[in-house]
């Protein structure tokens, strides 16, 4: 059970925003939000993670809602090199549970 | 630093025998986490293993295990093998077993085909 729900894919063009979203309503206070990605033929990397408000880090911003029953990962100028599988989890300690993820393609 | 290492990359077993992956964490990492991956099921968690005990574990039969030693190198092991084991199998170390912020650091994987 991923316990987050994202869309299967979404399409971008090259150098323009993408905001992939992540539904997650039955949160509890104490679980962490954390982005990872998997580019083809690679193991998944971090992307970011957040509690309650909004991230910044050089890869990409979070944006959480107030009720935290969902979540937006916004990458600003999406390059050739963001196409991935981006995968939304709800953490509860070391658990993580994967989801389906959502395959980003961008087009140059 | 050295990232995750996984050995071997790719192995090819035939079904009923049995194999052992070995993952090599990030210096000073304590946890170490196996994920199975294949198109059908995605990234499904296996077990998780934080100075040489096994903590979590996901739901796959009894024929995969896993041991950590005090160096906090990891292996599993997938005992008689069946051809819905064919996957790519996944290491992940981070610094230790409980924070929810820690960062997972996943290694590159073992590519394993039963026939």
């Known amino acids: 059970d991923a316990k987050t729900t994202q869309p299967n894919s979404m399409e971008s063009n090259e150098e323009e925003p993408v905001h992939l979203p992540c539904n997650h309503s039955t949160i509890s206070g104490t679980d962490y939000i954390h982005w990872y990605r998997q580019l083809p033929s690679q193991g998944p990397e971090y992307v970011i993670h957040?509690?309650?408000s909004n991230v910044n880090n050089r890869m990409a911003s979070l944006a959480i809602a107030e009720d935290r029953k969902s979540s937006t990962l916004i990458l600003h100028r999406a390059t050739l090199r963001d196409a991935a599988v981006y995968y939304c989890?709800?953490?509860?300690?070391?658990?993580?549970?994967f989801g389906a993820g959502t395959r980003l393609t961008v087009k140059p | 630093k050295a990232g995750v290492t996984q050995t071997p990359r790719y192995l090819i077993k035939t079904r009923g025998q049995q194999v052992t992956l070995s993952c090599s964490p990030i210096s000073g990492h304590r946890s170490v986490s196996w994920y199975q991956q294949t198109p059908g099921q995605g990234l499904q968690f296996l077990f998780e293993y934080f100075s040489e005990t096994q903590r979590n574990k996901g739901n796959f039969p009894g024929r995969f295990s896993g041991r950590q030693f005090s160096n906090s190198r990891s292996e599993m092991n997938v005992s008689t093998l069946e051809l819905g084991d064919s996957a790519l199998y996944l290491c992940a170390s981070s610094l230790s077993g409980t924070s929810s912020y820690n960062e997972q650091f996943f290694g590159p994987g073992t590519r394993l085909t039963v026939l």
């Open positions: 989890i709800r953490r509860e300690g070391n658990d993580m549970r």
């Open positions: 957040g509690l309650t």
